[in-house]
Every structure is written in C-alpha cells, then in structure tokens.
C-alpha cells in the first residue's frame, strides 16, 4: 500500500499563487509516476500534471501550460505542483495520484495510477 498526503490547498484571488505538496510513504515503487488531477462537482476528474520519478518527463494539460509547474524532492519522495497566475477556472478539488512507470503519451489518463489522496481544496475567488 502507498499513502499519500496532500497539503497546500486554500483560498486565493485571482492572479494569485499557490503550492500544493503530496507525500507518499509506504510500499512505494522504484520507478514511479505521479499526477495531479482536479475535480470541480458535476464535472469528470481532469488531468492537470504528472512527472515520473526517474528520468523526470513531465506532462501538462494545456489550460495550465506556462502557469502550473510540477516538481518531486526525491529524497522526501514528495510531489509539488506550483501554481501562478490562477483564475477562477483553477477552483476544484485537487488530487493526487501515484502509479507505476507510465508511458508519457498515457500519464493523462487517470486509470493508470493506483492510489489516490484524498483532496485538496483550492478556491480562486476574488
């Protein structure tokens, strides 16, 4: 089993900036992936990030390009996903994921990854 934890969710103004953390502990893969996906109500999970623990490709959904950036410390074996220039759009729940190795062109898609974080709140609100 692998946990993880979130933190860094809040409240924010338009134009604003935060950074969410996700720790994972436990059973945890030598090569591994893991994501950020978002979550409005009514509104299927969508993809916003992911990097891969080894070798460090990256992906972004196209609505956070050039404002979103995602990072891991290896050695706390935790994932960031700094956010800059948000925008009422940006307001969701915010999860994260943890996987195996993931092939680039599938790390969107959110049934490759195995265990899931319980949320995170971010509101973009003026």
């Known amino acids: 089993q692998v946990q993880l934890l979130e933190s860094g969710g809040g409240s924010v103004q338009p134009g604003g900036s935060l950074r969410l953390s996700c720790a994972a502990s436990?059973?945890?893969?030598?090569?591994?992936?893991m994501g950020w996906f978002r979550q409005v109500p009514n509104k299927e999970r969508q993809f916003v990030a992911a990097i891969r623990w080894r070798g460090g490709h990256v992906s972004y959904d196209d609505s956070v390009k050039g404002r979103f950036t995602i990072s891991t410390d290896n050695t706390k074996k935790t994932m960031y996903l700094q956010m800059n220039s948000l925008t009422t759009e940006d307001t969701a729940v915010y999860y994260c994921?943890?996987?195996?190795?993931?092939?680039?062109?599938?790390?969107?898609?959110?049934?490759?990854?195995?265990?899931w974080g319980q949320g995170t709140q971010v509101t973009v609100s003026s």
């Open positions: 436990g059973d945890t893969f030598s090569t591994y992936t």
């Open positions: 994921a943890y996987g195996p190795y993931i092939i680039l062109s599938a790390m969107s898609g959110q049934n490759m990854y195995k265990y």
